[in-house]
């Protein structure tokens, strides 16, 4: 398994595989709410694999997924989304 902290808008891995987990959590100060998105692609668009509204003051937690991805993974943080930490755990 191979996981990579988001923190902002980023590619995460090109080609296919398995999502296991999304864990989301705040950063650094309190976080304000907002949309996470995580995409089957390279870019902020395509197949939604799993999409969160964060709320204020969220407290840690995973969502065990296991879906598969085949053409990436890209997380995605709409515009009022701020200090909040998204790792996606995949293989």
């Not at 197949?47 to 065990?64: C, D, F, K, N, R």
């Amino acid at each position: 398994m191979i996981s990579k902290v988001c923190t902002a808008d980023t590619a995460v891995v090109t080609g296919q595989g398995q999502l296991h987990t999304v864990t989301i959590g705040p950063n650094t100060g309190s976080v304000t709410a907002g949309l996470v998105t995580v995409y089957d692609k390279t870019a902020e668009s395509g197949t939604v694999l799993y999409q969160e509204w964060v709320v204020a003051g969220v407290v840690g937690h995973s969502i065990t997924l296991d879906v598969n991805y085949y053409t990436g993974l890209y997380v995605g943080f709409d515009s009022t989304l701020a200090n909040a930490v998204v790792t996606v755990t995949y293989q």
